[in-house]
């Protein structure tokens, strides 16, 4: 008995829902109606990329992991019109790369927010308080409860 590997996104079924959903959306259009929303088997599919992908090792350890996860969720939704199947017949792959690359966006904009902060840190000349070089020095507590008490007096 030989067991087949069982994926988590059936490609072809993948695949012939949006080809459905295209013709929905094109009867939509012919009709003056409003675009049809994304159906859940599709949404779940996308739900599940971007699950599976977070879980990579360059993506793992992130602390606003959900947010790329929605991130490309979101991004995979406002381009599902752009996926041809005539020209590709794996829209497996096409919304993989959404989501890569939306992750990727996702940490660039986390990094930025990150340097934001440091600098403001900097900026405001606390950043001696907030450096964690000085942790676990007594010095570095002394010079607190100091300060502390000198704040005290006046």
Partial sequence: MSKTKEHYVNNKDFLHAIIVYKKKVEKAKETGDAKPPVGEYIGGCFLKIATHLSYKPNFVNYMFKDDMIGDGIENCITYIDNFDPEKSKNPFAYFTQIIYYAFLRRIQKEKKQVDIKNKMIEKSG?????????????????????????????
């Fill in 126 to 154: 606390y950043s001696e308080v907030f450096s964690g070089d000085d942790f676990g020095n007594d010095l570095y507590y002394e010079g607190i409860k100091n300060s502390l008490e000198q704040k005290m007096r006046y």
